[in-house]
Nanobody, 122 residues
Framework: VQLQASGGGLVQPGGSLRLSCAASKFAYDYYAIGWFRQAPGKEREGVACISGSDDSTYYPNSMKGRFAISKDNANNTVYLQMNSLKPEDTAVYYC????????????????WGQGTQVTVSS
């Protein structure tokens, strides 16, 4: 299982960023995939997850509204579109496989990819 996250960077408050998670074919075909984040001094938390068999998505209540997860079947890639970013969104963002897309929490993760840093600052 391989998961390669990319697309992080420095963005101003109110800006947008799109993260990409390039997955191996096996991971993409057989697992739900999610985005998680960990801010300095805080626990890792789920941001959004998407089903491996269709386009069903799940967002924890605290993440609804500004984040959108999607996937590209032709490229085995899962995206996280982040809008209206705030300084508190600063974190390392990880993509990972989960056992069910609606169990979008770190304890449900099978495999972690490496993270990509997102910094929201003026």
């Amino acid at each position: 299982v391989q998961l390669q996250a990319s697309g992080g960077g420095l963005v101003q408050p109110g800006g947008s960023l799109r993260l990409s998670c390039a997955a191996s074919k096996f991971a993409y075909d057989y697992y739900a995939i999610g985005w998680f984040r960990q801010a300095p001094g805080k626990e890792r938390e789920g941001v959004a997850c998407i089903s491996g068999s269709d386009d069903s998505t799940y967002y924890p209540n605290s993440m609804k509204g500004r984040f959108a997860i999607s996937k590209d079947n032709a490229n085995n890639t899962v995206y996280l579109q982040m809008n209206s970013l705030k300084p508190e969104d600063t974190a390392v963002y990880y993509c990972a496989t989960v056992n069910r897309y609606y169990y979008c929490k770190p304890s449900s993760v099978y495999y972690w990819g490496q993270g990509t840093q997102v910094t929201v600052s003026s």
